[in-house]
C-alpha cells in the first residue's frame, strides 16, 4: 500500500530571491527610462545570476531555502548526531553497513536513489526492517540535477517519493540534492512535496578518497553533538587492498561516538 504523501508545506522566498526580483525590475527600468544605459543593466542581471549560481554551488548554504546542516538544538541537547549515507542501496556495502550499525546500536538516514532502490527493493526493505529511515536523493542521480526547472524537479524528486514510499511503506520527509548542487526552483519544488532539504555539517569524500585515515579525520574533527556527517555506501571509494572506504571509516566512526558518548540517530528521530 502507498503510504500517504507529505501535505505541501508554504514557500517563503528569501531575501536574496527577493533582492533578485528588485535587480531584475530596476534594471527593465533602466533600460525603458535610460537606454543608452542598457549594459550597466545588462552587467547588474548577470552579476545577480552569478551570485545565485554561486549558492547553488554551496551546498550548505540556506540562501536559496531551509537546509539542515546540523540537527534541531533539541538533538543537541540530547547529544544525538546523524550519520547519513548516500547513493545506494549496494548489494555488497549496504549489507556490511548494517551489520555495523548493528553491532553499535546505532541508527542511520539512507538517502536511496530511486532507481537504484526499485533494482534492489528486498534490501531497501532490510534497511528499513533494522530501525533505519530511507530519504529521498532524486529518481536517477543525474548529472544535470541542478540544471532542472521547477516542474522538472518535482517529477524528477516526486518520482522517487512514490517508488521510495511504496518500498518501505513510508513517505520520505528529507531530501538531499546530487552533489548538493541546486538552483532557486528547488525549494519551491520541496515545499509542493513537503520535503526538508538536508546537507550535512561535513563529509569525507569517500567517493573520491580511498585513504582511511583521511576520510576518518575529514568527518571526526571537532566532532560534536548536533552533526550530520556524510558517507557512500553507493560509489564508494576502495582502500588499496580493494575494501570499501566506507567500512573501515564507519567502523572508526561508531567507536569515536561510543567513545564521546554521543548517539546516532535517524533524521527523523532528531526532528522530535
Known amino acids: 500500500m502507498m503510504p500517504q504523501a507529505n501535505p505541501p508545506r508554504p514557500w517563503r522566498p528569501g531575501s536574496l530571491l527577493w533582492l533578485s526580483l528588485a535587480i531584475h525590475l530596476g534594471a527593465l527600468g533602466l533600460c525603458v527610462l535610460q537606454p543608452p544605459l542598457w549594459p550597466w543593466a545588462a552587467l547588474a542581471v548577470v552579476l545577480n545570476h552569478g551570485v ?22 533539541a538533538a543537541i541537547q540530547r547529544r544525538e548526531i546523524a550519520i547519513t549515507i548516500d547513493d545506494g542501496p549496494d548489494p555488497e556495502v549496504t549489507p556490511r553497513v548494517l551489520d555495523l550499525l548493528d553491532a553499535y546500536g546505532a541508527h542511520a538516514t539512507f538517502f536511496c536513489i530511486g532507481t537504484t532502490a526499485e533494482t534492489h527493493p528486498a534490501l531497501v526493505r532490510e534497511v528499513v526492517a533494522r530501525g533505519h529511515h530511507v530519504e529521498n536523493h532524486s529518481h536517477r542521480h543525474r548529472h544535470h540535477f541542478s540544471l532542472l526547472g521547477f516542474s522538472g524537479f518535482v517529477a524528477e524528486i ?8 511504496q518500498l518501505t ?7 538531499r540534492a546530487p552533489a548538493g548542487l541546486r538552483n532557486p526552483f ?12 538536508a546537507a550535512w555539517t561535513r563529509r569525507g569524500f ?12 575529514r568527518l571526526s574533527h571537532a566532532l560534536a553533538p548536533g552533526d550530520i556527517l556524510l558517507l557512500h555506501d553507493g560509489h564508494a571509494a576502495r582502500t588499496a587492498d580493494g575494501t570499501p572506504v566506507i567500512l573501515p571509516v564507519l567502523e572508526r566512526l ?19
Open 158 to 165: 516526486g518520482r522517487a517519493q512514490t517508488s521510495l514510499g
Open 52 to 73: 545565485i549560481t554561486a549558492v547553488g554551488l554551496w551546498p550548505r548554504s540556506r540562501a536559496l531555502g531551509p537546509n539542515w546542516t546540523r540537527l534541531p538544538e
Open 186 to 197: 528547488l525549494e519551491p519544488a520541496l515545499a509542493r512535496l513537503g520535503l526538508q532539504l
Open 169 to 175: 511503506g513510508r513517505t520520505p520527509r528529507f531530501f
Open 206 to 217: 569517500d567517493t573520491r578518497c580511498g585513504e582511511v585515515d583521511t576520510v576518518f579525520e
Open 254 to 272: 561508531l567507536e569515536a561516538c561510543r567513545a564521546q558518548q554521543l548517539v546516532p540517530v535517524t533524521l527523523e528521530a532528531a526532528s522530535r
